[in-house]
């Protein structure tokens, strides 16, 4: 396997370009620097060899290698036609000037690399480099859109392979733009595998099938990505109020379609399904502040999920619709966001630039809500009820890009002793991904779970790991990892399984009101059972 | 013969000047687009520093937005100036990317500083006739000759990264050879011309005073040293106009990647002024092929936004 590649591989030879074996990483910290606790990526099947379209012995979309010259032309030509439309007005307004600059500009440094948690965790590959896509969509651009000389922006050849694998190559990117930070010029590399992503999408069709059709489409068709409809989301949450009633001692109910009511609360129903004490510790929160809120039930507007966010552009929209219609309808004076970092990204900062009118309600995090909860004295917290090590993990979406970093500071500080809360390294706006970003998390095919833990969600939990590195590692003193969202929840989740790192070695993991919750005087104490989930 | 470089300087000034204009007026011509800033943003007054957004306070609607100029000042001034970002993230290319921009920084201080002397001389010469012009000129030396050299070591440090490095040298096009080869080569004559011909930058002073007072007369020392100073004058002014017909015209670029979408976080409130110019974006017609969205050209964001797949 060819260990370094060059820009103009991508449309050479058959097969993977690369492969990452477990030579080519750094070991993680203690306790897993050793080679038996950390096994490499399994090989990708023969099958899926064979049938798919393979860059790096991985597989996210599912792309077919086309069986005749025409299927391969049409690839082509497809990926053509939507680049075109991605420096149109019309079709991109969205996103061309972002993209405009972004393609002009960027001084090939290199910078932005060593930014990148998947570059340099795979060993400092080329492929992951953030600038190795988008040198090639540029010299795509330049070379057959617009016909400039190659001299001046670099040569590529253009077939089947250059396409399907720059497809592939985009979903080896978390979008987190880490690397954009870093950029003296502000080229922004992560834009620009959304844009390979959004093309592939929008004119191609072709989209991871956890996003789109079991993901976008099954929100604006069903109402929920998790296939839920109205009749069950109801149903759930009444089980959840029985349920956390019961562990709080405290009476819950969560209120549905209350017209006129302050906040319409939006959570992501993956909470409902996978972390229902999540969606409960907010209810018990919200009626001990004596909040006037409300969830509702209508069409898609119980599922605060955006997956549009990172890839398609319309379907973002349209879900962005749904959410303003609900709040709409019921005359709610502002939408609240949940512990879901895309949903918060999604619904405040990029519908912005689509919500007008009557549709344009105030929508705002949850972390400002609830430390005005905190700040009201209405709730009286023990710390000393939430006494073990705490880490708090900075979801990108809600932190580097919305800029909320201190709000949840300072509810911990409220709700947990100060020597026991603990700090990643980096951490705010400079924080790493949690490795499940622009719809990782969510993505399991093939052995693309396994790339995943060993590539995207390595650093994090080698950030994990130092920051727990002075306290003892066993599963008598636990230690909780702090996600308040949704994604990074379930990428945490599967990585701590993964190294089974609760059994050995005591490391949990939870939401931010889970904590609050547990600190609440008035509740029952031991909310947080330590019962792996 | 002697009106030949005037000419190359006023050409070249002139293609600079509408070319920049163009690029900054094509830019900001783009629709508008969705918000996609990224934090820090400099302008958050109290916030910056951590990174923090109005974002953070609750009902950031109700309260007023402090937008601080300072704050877009103290990160933006260092950052032109010094190549912070470069120095933190990438200080092996900053020592050589930093002494090349800071190197032309100087050389376009010293052109100015021949621009307002040749005017002032022009205008009114006994204000330069004494102390305060011998200050000038020693200005001028310094500036000149710091600056070249500064110039011509940082672009022979970043020729030799680019070809040594084998990242850097993947991603490098004969058009990024040439650029730096182009400043080398330019800056190389300009400073040879220094050292040979005009130790105290007299006749490049001249020729600047006299391009500001479009009076194109013969120089005398133009033509010395096979006309070292006329090749040098010309080949400057070339890269003058070069330059924004590349992708170096990042220097505009920066302006919009930083302030028109990395620190743009200006909020669309209900009824203001952002939401004419949305509505306008709306009704857009799209093309988009994909069997979800069917584009034909009469659809609109607005139509494709709001398809009912519930039935």
Redesign the interface.
């Known amino acids: 396997m060819k260990r370094s590649i060059s820009i103009k591989d991508i449309s050479k030879g058959t097969g993977p370009l690369i492969q990452i074996t477990a030579e080519d990483q750094i070991p993680l910290p203690p306790p897993y620097d050793k080679p038996e606790f950390d096994p490499p990526i399994p090989p990708l099947s023969d099958k899926a060899r064979e049938n798919f379209v393979c860059l790096d012995d991985t597989v996210a979309l599912n792309l077919p290698i086309p069986k005749t010259e025409k299927e391969e032309e049409q690839l082509v030509n497809q990926f053509l036609s939507g680049l075109e439309k991605c420096f149109s007005e019309d079709n991109n307004w969205t996103f061309l000037q972002p993209l405009v600059m972004s393609m002009e500009h960027c001084a090939k440094c290199q910078t932005c690399s060593d930014a990148c948690h998947i570059y340099e965790e795979s060993g400092n590959n080329p492929l992951y480099r953030p600038t190795f896509r988008s040198e090639v969509i540029r010299r795509i651009y330049h070379k057959y859109i617009k016909k400039a000389s190659t001299w001046v922006h670099g040569d590529i050849d253009l077939n089947w392979k250059t396409v399907a694998r720059l497809i592939e190559l985009s979903y080896r990117c978390n979008v987190c733009r880490r690397c954009a930070q870093t950029c003296p010029i502000g080229v922004d590399n992560a834009l620009l595998a959304r844009e390979i992503r959004k093309i592939a999408s929008q004119e191609m069709g072709i989209a991871a099938k956890e996003i789109h059709d079991d993901g976008s489409m099954l929100q604006l068709k069903v109402g929920s990505s998790t296939g839920m409809n109205k009749r069950v989301v109801i149903d759930n949450v009444e089980f959840i109020d029985e349920d956390i009633t019961e562990m709080t001692g405290i009476e819950t109910k969560t209120p549905f379609d209350v017209e006129g009511a302050d906040i319409l609360m939006l959570h992501n129903a993956g909470e409902i399904m996978a972390w229902p004490e999540n969606p409960g510790c907010f209810a018990v929160l919200f009626n001990a502040a004596g909040l006037s809120w409300t969830m509702s039930s209508d069409f898609a507007a119980y599922d605060g999920i955006n997956y549009g966010v990172w890839y398609d552009d319309v379907q973002f929209a349209r879900t962005a619709l749904l959410h303003a219609q609900a709040a709409q309808k019921l005359g709610v004076k502002k939408i609240v966001l949940g512990e879901c970092g895309h949903a918060h990204k999604a619904l405040t900062v990029i519908a912005d630039k689509v919500l007008t009118g009557d549709l344009n309600i105030p929508r705002e995090s949850c972390m400002p809500v609830l430390l005005d909860i905190v700040k009201s004295g209405k709730i009286k917290f023990d710390k000393s009820r939430n006494d073990f090590p705490v880490v708090l993990h900075d979801p990108c979406n809600m932190v580097r890009l919305m800029g909320i970093v201190s709000p949840q500071r300072e509810i911990l500080k409220a709700v947990v002793p100060e020597h026991r809360i603990l700090e990643m390294a980096p951490h705010g706006v400079e924080n790493y991904c949690c490795g499940g970003g622009s719809g990782f998390a969510i993505m399991s095919g093939h052995n693309f779970a396994d790339w995943r833990h060993h590539m995207t969600g390595r650093r994090k939990f080698r950030q994990i790991l130092n920051a727990f590195q002075n306290e003892p590692m066993d599963q008598d003193h636990p230690k909780y990892v702090c996600a308040p969202c949704s994604n990074c929840k379930g990428q945490i989740r599967d990585i701590i399984n993964y190294y089974d790192a609760w059994e050995k070695h005591g490391i949990y993991y939870g939401g931010l009101v889970e904590l609050m919750v547990n600190a609440m005087v008035d509740v029952k104490p031991g909310f947080i059972d330590w019962e792996w989930r | 013969m002697q009106l030949v470089p005037y000419i190359v300087a006023y050409v070249a000034i002139a293609i600079f000047i509408v070319a920049v204009i163009a690029r900054f007026v094509m830019?900001s011509k783009?629709?508008?687009?969705?918000?996609?800033?990224?934090?820090?943003?400099a302008h958050?007054a109290k916030?910056a520093h951590?990174?923090?957004?109005?974002?953070?306070?609750?009902?950031?609607?109700n309260k007023p937005r402090e937008v601080s100029l300072l704050g877009e000042l103290k990160v933006m001034i260092p950052?032109i100036l010094f190549?912070v970002?470069?120095k933190?993230?990438?200080p092996k290319?900053w020592i050589r990317?930093f002494p090349f921009h800071f190197g032309l920084y100087l050389v376009i201080g010293c052109t100015v500083v021949m621009m307002g002397t040749g005017l002032l001389a022009a205008i009114a010469p006994e204000l330069i006739a004494g102390g305060f012009g011998d200050l000038l000129r020693y200005v001028i030396l310094g500036l000149g000759a710091v600056g070249m050299a500064l110039a011509i070591f940082g672009a022979l440090g970043l020729l030799q990264r680019r070809l040594t490095?084998?990242?850097?040298r993947?991603?490098?096009?004969?058009?990024?050879l040439f650029n730096l080869v182009f400043f080398i080569i330019a800056f190389g004559c300009a400073f040879a011309s220094f050292l040979i011909v005009d130790r105290d930058f007299a006749i490049t002073a001249a020729f600047v005073a006299n391009l500001v007072t479009f009076n194109p007369v013969a120089l005398p020392g133009m033509d010395a040293a096979f006309y070292l100073p006329t090749i040098s004058a010309a080949l400057l002014s070339l890269l003058v106009l070069y330059i924004p017909l590349?992708?170096m015209?990042?220097f505009v670029?920066?302006y919009?990647?930083?302030h028109?979408?990395?620190w743009n976080?200006a909020?669309?409130?209900?009824g203001g002024d952002?939401?004419e110019a949305?509505?306008g974006?709306?009704v857009?017609?799209?093309?988009?092929?994909?069997?979800?969205?069917k584009?034909d050209g009469t659809k609109r964001?607005a139509d494709?936004?709001?398809?009912d797949?519930?039935k």
């Open positions: 830019w783009m629709p508008l687009h969705v918000r996609w800033e990224l934090y820090p943003v958050e916030k951590y990174g923090g957004s109005y974002l953070e306070e609750s009902e950031w609607w950052e190549l970002a470069l933190e993230h990438n290319l990317s490095d084998p990242a850097l993947d991603a490098t096009s004969g058009a990024d590349t992708h015209s990042h670029g920066k919009f990647a930083y028109a979408i990395r976080d909020p669309n409130l209900k952002q939401e949305i509505n974006m709306l857009r017609p799209l093309t988009w092929s994909a069997s979800h969205i584009g964001w494709a936004a709001t398809e797949f519930s």
